[in-house]
């Protein structure tokens, strides 16, 4: 700002202010009454602090929510001090292109950032412009589940007229600030000498007001970004290379569930924060130890532990991805590349060993080509499960029904062959408002027993006014979810049902704060007591609720640890190590 205060000090006598030389340009100085030429020389000077607010703003304005504090803005870009120089020498119509480019290139990168912040508040991380383009129809699907899709097609709208408006907004900014500079080329030539040395000072010291924001200023790591992000698949096919159980024989894995019916549900947005965090926990908690009791009045045992997910606040099928395959799934390119190859996936184990397989996917309205990759025998999506009651709001059914319809469908017929199932539940699914209630199982149905309760408690539009509300929806999901668990189980569960369920995901950064970790809980229930002596060497605790001191494994840790202690072993090679690998940095 300071420079720009320098171009409005009085000049000498026969050259004009920058706001009436602007003003000139417009035909306008000199013309008409006195007040109106005082008007439009505040509307030149307002117009052009604004220019050179939005260009700052765009080089030296933080991605990440958490860092949006005001020493984040003290900050000397690099890129302004050479864009400056460059128009300094270059003729008129080479300056006019150069300001067009780079005010188009800065309108790119404010659009970025502007991303960039909408993925910190929701994923806790910047937008990657190689992988997370899957996360905007997913972003559409959400709109329209949660507002109509009217509401969601104008929001689309809004957002590609707003990209517009930045772009051309910033190239009319850069090119009003060039013609400011040349003008007043001898104070721009100073500004930039000065500011360029204490740039380089800087740089040299590394001085930073914000940890992670240095001073010296480069927007250019993002390129860097997206050179690490392309090179990023031949890292994962050397990590996809290594399969210990691909040619395991069938009649040696999983022997010692033989005859077991094995459930491996995700709870969406579990994280560690449900269990710990003060705000919700003991609510949790509660739900969890009274749980625990009950379970074990009817002779189930537990243990859990936490599992770092490769997710945060979204993108949960990487989580999924992560735990059936083994390997660490933490962008969308790593998915796709998943399924097209033939990596043996803890589904694809069970299917091999002689369960039935099947995915209930009560999220999922549209066909799910992906499942084939699974090797699943059968695939329930929402419209398979034949709901008939209300939609409560994203999630499409209450997890009670999707537990009692599998229940139906899969494991009612006596004598029914052994089946593994893949089953998330979507009750717990922001926006986490309007919350179905337990009824008993034999009125379940088709649904509509379920009737009326969308209408009841607060609104989706008065939660989201109220930070406190929608923790406590987060809260009360989760307990939601959780009960539907701990109630199938007493009322289904027998000496043959292993059950095997965990969050996907910590919930967004609205719920958590800013920098929460990535773990998530991870439970094993049965009513066998051999089934836990196969893991007791893992070091879980006991019970449904794992503790601050409970074991952290990588996620991708999962499948060979699983399959190793239930009696799976790779053919000629040495059973995988008892410990975890080391986990990516969070």
């Known amino acids: 700002m300071s420079l720009i205060t ?16 602007l003003t000139a340009e417009e035909g306008t100085a000199g013309d008409g009454p006195g007040s109106r030429r005082r008007l439009r020389s505040v509307v030149a000077r307002v117009t052009t602090y604004l220019a050179c607010l939005l260009v700052l703003l765009a080089l030296i304005a933080p991605d990440e929510v958490g860092r949006l ?10 890129e302004a001090l050479l864009t400056v120089a460059f128009i300094l020498v270059l003729p008129a119509r080479a300056r006019r292109v150069v300001a067009v480019v780079a005010g188009a290139a800065l309108g790119v990168l404010a659009i970025w950032k502007i991303t960039d912040l909408g993925f910190s508040a929701v994923l806790d991380r910047p937008f990657n412009p190689v992988f997370d383009w899957s996360f905007f129809p997913a972003a559409v699907d959400f709109l329209t589940a949660s507002i109509g899709r009217a509401g969601a097609i104008g929001s689309v709208i809004g957002v590609g007229a707003l990209a ?18 040349v003008r007043h080329n001898s104070t721009a030539t100073g500004a930039v000498a000065a500011l360029g040395i204490t740039w380089v000072v800087c740089a040299v010291l590394s001085v930073q007001i914000v940890p992670g924001l240095p001073v010296a200023a480069v927007a250019d790591d993002k390129l860097t970004q997206v050179g690490a992000s392309l090179h990023d698949q031949e890292a994962f096919a050397a990590e996809a290379s290594v399969d210990a159980f691909r040619d395991t024989p069938s009649d ?34 509660a739900v969890l130890d009274a749980g625990t009791s009950r379970l074990r009045a009817a002779g189930f045992g537990s243990r859990s532990a936490f599992l770092i997910s490769p997710t945060s606040g979204g993108g949960s099928w990487l989580a999924h991805d992560t735990l059936m395959s083994g390997l660490w799934i933490d962008n969308q390119q790593r998915s796709d590349n998943l399924l097209k190859s033939d990596r043996l996936t803890l589904s694809g184990a069970f299917k091999r060993a002689g369960w039935r397989t099947v995915a209930v996917m009560p999220g999922s309205t549209e066909p799910w080509p992906e499942g084939a990759f699974f090797g699943y025998d059968k695939i329930y999506t929402a419209p398979d499960l034949g709901y008939r009651g209300p939609r409560f709001n994203w999630g499409t059914m209450p997890d009670q029904y999707t537990l009692s319809n599998f229940q ?88 043959d049902l292993v059950l095997v369920f965990l969050g996907d995901h910590q919930p967004a950064p609205l719920i958590t704060g800013v920098g929460a970790d990535r773990d998530v ?66």
């Open 164 to 181: 517009v408006a930045v772009l051309v907004v910033m190239v009319l900014s850069v090119l009003r600030l060039s013609r400011l500079v």
């Open 6 to 21: 320098r171009f409005h000090q009085p000049q000498p006598q026969g050259r004009t202010t920058a706001e009436e030389d």
């Open 252 to 285: 040696e894995l999983l022997s010692a569930l033989r005859g077991k019916d094995v459930i491996v549900s995700f709870v969406e947005s579990y994280g560690r924060d449900a269990v710990e965090d003060p705000n919700f926990a003991s609510q949790v908690g």
């Open 408 to 495: 139906r469908t899969e494991r009612a017929a006596p004598g029914h062959t052994p089946v593994m199932a893949e089953i998330p539940l979507v009750s717990s699914h922001a926006p986490w408002t309007p919350i179905p209630r337990l009824v008993d199982w034999d009125d379940v149905g088709d649904g509509s027993a379920f009737n009326g309760m969308t209408s009841a408690g607060v609104s989706q539009g008065s939660a989201w006014s109220d930070f406190r509300q929608v923790r406590t929806d987060y809260g009360r999901s989760i307990e939601y979810s959780l009960n539907s668990l701990i109630s199938y189980v007493e009322k289904y569960g027998d000496d």
């Open 69 to 78: 504090t005001p020493g984040a803005f003290v900050r000397i870009p690099v």
């Open 521 to 586: 809980p991870i439970t094993i229930v049965a009513h066998d007591p051999a089934v836990l002596d196969r893991i007791s060497g893992w070091g879980w605790q006991d019970g449904l609720k794992p503790g601050p001191r409970a074991p952290v494994w990588q996620m991708s840790d999962f499948r060979d640890r699983f399959l190793s202690a239930f009696g799976s072993q790779p053919p000629s090679t040495q059973p995988p190590s008892s410990q975890p690998s080391a986990p990516p940095a969070r």
